[in-house]
Every structure is written in C-alpha cells, then in structure tokens.
C-alpha cells in the first residue's frame, strides 16, 4: 500500500538555523504530496502542495520539490523562527474523486532562541 | 468563517462511559472526516461523509464506534462503551469536493481513565 516515511524527531534548531526535514514516499503512480503543519493545541494546516513531478511547493518561506526519481518530497527553510516550532507532516494522496491522505508519523520541530 | 469547531476540546471519562464528541464544519463544505491521533499509530482516518452520507467507515476500530452526520453543519462521533486504549485526539476536517487539502478543527482529547 501506499506509505510515507519522515525522519525521527524531534529536531532541534536555534533561530536562523537552516531547516531540511526528509520525507520520502512509496506509491503506484504519481501522488500529489502535501506537507503539513500542526502548531501546539491545533489542528494540522495545509502548509504546502505539490502536484507533479518537479513542481515546488512554498508557502511562508518554506519549499519542497516534488522528486520523482528519489520518490522524495523534503521541507527547507532557510531561517527558522521560534514560531515554526511546531509538528510537521508529510503526506499523499491522489487526484480523481476522493482519494484517502496518507499521512507520515510527523516530525516535531523545537527552535529555540 | 470560524473554521472547524469541535467540542469538547477535552474530556475525561470513565471505562465504560458513553462519549460523544461534537464538530461544526464550515459552512458549505460537503465533505467531513474524523481522524484520531495517537502517539502510537499516528493520524488514522477513521470515517468519512459526503453531503451527510458515510462513504468509507473502513477506519472505525470497532463497533463500540459510530459517527452521524444528520445534517450539513453537525456530525457526532460516539464511543459507547468507552475503554482506557480508545484515548487520543480526535479530529473532525471538512473540505470543499473530494480535496485533500482538508480544514481541521482544534481537535478533542479524550482520556478514558
């Protein structure tokens, strides 16, 4: 079946650091993959998207690159704030109807000041 | 739009209680999703609708589950009766057509002590 794999956190970071969190992916066929964010005491939020191979997804400084080849679609930021602590998940699903998200395990995200 | 509203945001109860949990979609959106996020097994869809009707209850763990959604702004998720490993957080999303750029509520966190 389909899946999604993330890197174990929690990563740890001061502020400014460069942020990348992995994520790699197992489908057949082409998903769209989204990363999303879950601030404490909330509810995940679509933080960006990707729809085919090589598309970019951004969204408030951060981007991923959607990698066919490498079947990856990993997070950077080049600057993170305290404000992005957070947990983020990495996930697919496909276009045509209906299709189930499939989620990663999540990593957690402390930066610190 | 408030967005997604769920209630309780927390709960405690007792093995063997009856719970429901309550959630508001946002207004016009006829899809809606309840996930539960555990530590252990991570964020699992457990039911979905689409214009009040249940498409997919594949997810529900067990009978003890069951979810209504009686109209276009309400839906309940009931656990009856409630066991110790059934606490989590659980989450109500709702979208706009088949969309997996789903808008989650704050989520609930039952305990079942």
């Known amino acids: 079946g389909d899946s999604v794999t993330q890197m174990e956190g929690p990563v740890t970071l001061s502020e400014e650091a460069f942020l990348t969190i992995n994520c790699t992916y197992t489908a057949t066929g082409y998903p769209s993959l989204f990363w999303y964010v879950q601030y404490p005491g909330e509810g995940l939020q679509l933080l960006l998207k990707?729809?085919?191979?090589?598309d970019k997804g951004s969204n408030k400084g951060f981007e991923a690159t959607y990698r066919k080849e490498t079947t990856s679609f990993h997070l950077e930021k080049g600057s993170v704030q305290v404000s992005d602590s957070a947990v983020y998940f990495c996930a697919l699903s496909f276009s045509g109807g209906y299709q189930k998200v499939t989620f990663g395990t999540g990593t957690k995200l402390q930066v610190i000041p | 739009d408030a967005g997604v509203i769920q209630s309780p945001r927390h709960e405690v109860t007792e093995m063997g209680q009856e719970v429901t949990l309550r959630c508001k979609p946002i207004?016009?959106?006829?899809?809606l999703f309840w996930y539960r996020q555990t530590m252990m097994r991570g964020l699992e869809l457990l039911i979905y609708?689409?214009?009040?009707?249940?498409?997919?209850d594949s997810g529900m763990p067990e009978d003890r589950f069951s979810a209504k959604m009686p109209n276009a702004s309400f839906s309940t998720l009931k656990i009856q009766p409630s066991e110790p490993r059934d606490s989590a957080v659980y989450f109500c999303?709702?979208?706009?057509?088949?969309?997996?750029?789903?808008?989650f509520g704050q989520g609930t966190r039952l305990t079942v002590v």
């Open positions: 990707a729809t085919k191979a090589d």
């Open positions: 207004s016009g959106h006829d899809y």
């Open positions: 609708f689409n214009n009040n009707v249940p498409i997919d």
């Open positions: 999303a709702s979208s706009l057509g088949p969309a997996p750029e789903a808008f």
